[in-house]
């Protein structure tokens, strides 16, 4: 369902060019929960970035069920983009508006009927545990809840894909424990196709079901979490796993 073909990401600037991804291929299946792990610096955000197009390749090809996201006009990607969540790291929320208006504002940009939206924020704000938060400001939420909201907000037009941007680094343990079920939950549930990346063993191991390996701009192993956890070949993932 995503099919990444040789891209390679420089980012001009002007001291100089840095190379962020050298040639990234993978191929992401329908239901997937798809672990990225590497260090700090070696492009899981701009590679993830790149599968909704928030970032241009500067070369290769980017297709979600055979359509060539690199290939689209603006108003198609704007089109397609509604088919992919996305979920940060830092949550990014809107801290003037409520944990509703935060939710209901892809809707409302997405010009879906008010009736429709009133009985949707319902059913996320319940699918995510904030039914008694829906008028509160995002100050007043924990870590773990900031992320609910961010959860329900990539979820609003009903995405066939959620990427998720280092999801659990800002949380602790038992919260993070409780997102991941919370993912878990989402993509049997709703069969969205989940693309997670990470620093962190722990969520590989609790949810992805597949893993791939991020090493300076490189994929450097892939295959089923069981299977690479069983017979790391990379010295990433050896030192990951130590
Ligand atoms: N907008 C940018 N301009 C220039 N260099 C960037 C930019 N974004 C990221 N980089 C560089 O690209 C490399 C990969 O960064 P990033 O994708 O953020 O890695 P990660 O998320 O794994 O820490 C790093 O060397 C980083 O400094
Ligand atoms: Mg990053």
Redesign the pocket.
């Known amino acids: 369902m995503i099919k990444i073909t040789d891209v390679k990401k420089v980012?001009k600037?002007k001291d100089g060019d840095?190379t962020?991804l050298k040639s990234i291929n993978l191929n992401i299946e329908q239901g997937d929960i798809y672990g990225i792990i590497?260090?700090?610096?070696?492009?899981?955000?701009?590679?993830i970035r790149i599968i909704n197009l928030l970032e241009e390749p500067s070369s290769g090809n980017v297709l979600i069920d055979g359509v060539d996201l690199t290939s689209l006009s603006k108003g198609e990607l704007r089109e397609e983009r509604k088919e992919i969540g996305m979920i940060f790291q830092n949550f990014n929320l809107m801290n003037n508006s409520t944990v509703s208006q935060n939710i209901a504002f892809p809707m409302e940009i997405s010009h879906i009927d008010k009736n429709v939206i009133k009985d949707r924020l319902d059913e996320l704000l319940d699918m995510v545990g904030l039914k008694d938060k829906e008028n509160v400001y995002p100050a007043k939420l924990s870590g773990g809840q900031k992320q609910r909201v961010g959860i329900a907000r990539a979820l609003a037009n009903k995405p066939k894909i959620l990427l998720c941007d280092e999801p659990t680094s800002a949380l602790d343990p038992v919260t993070t424990k409780s997102i991941l079920e919370l993912l878990k939950d989402i993509n049997e549930k709703l069969n969205i196709t989940i693309v997670l990346?990470t620093h962190q063993m722990e969520v590989i191991k609790t949810i992805c079901n597949k893993t791939a390996v991020?090493e300076n701009?490189l994929i450097v192993e892939e295959g089923l979490t069981q299977d690479i956890l069983a017979n790391p070949s990379s010295e990433t993932l050896k030192q990951f796993l130590s």
């Open positions: 980012y600037s840095v962020a590497g260090p700090s610096g070696a492009g899981k955000s701009t590679l990346i991020i701009g």
